[in-house]
């Protein structure tokens, strides 16, 4: 059950602004750059992602209709800053609960599972 929508705005334009600081620079923070599906914009998004063999996974807290979800797997790509280092992504796709629940650390899984989070996202590194 994705997080409320009104937290997803409070966020967007509060929290994010905070996480922006060192986002990008300490794990398991990143910022994601994706193309908007209709301006072509580019966007920088703080998020939190996961590190698996293939490449990264995130939790969809907001559901798999947030803005940035939907602009990643229309344009089948997108850049993500991790610890200073620029990582090309591709071939997003969502993946079930369970699979993304086994990817992750303990302590992640139970943070994910106290709010009810059902979606993931994974990606591959290109």
């Not at 939907?70 to 610890?83: F, H, K, S």
Request: aromatic content about 12%; glycine content about 8%.
């Amino acid at each position: 059950m994705p997080l409320p929508r009104w937290l997803a705005r409070f966020n967007r334009r509060f929290t994010n602004r905070f996480f922006r600081l060192f986002a990008g620079r300490l794990p398991p923070w990143v910022i994601m750059r994706h193309r908007g599906r209709n301006s072509g914009r580019t966007y920088e998004v703080p998020l939190a992602a996961f590190r698996v063999d293939a490449g990264f996974v995130f939790a969809l807290t907001y559901g798999s209709g947030a803005d940035w979800v939907r602009n990643t797997l229309a344009a089948g790509e997108c850049q993500i800053v991790r610890g200073g280092v620029v990582h090309s992504l591709s071939n997003p796709r969502l993946i079930p609960a369970a699979e993304g629940f086994r990817l992750a650390k303990r302590p992640v899984q139970l943070v994910l599972r106290l709010i009810q989070c059902d979606e993931f996202l994974a990606l591959d590194e290109a």
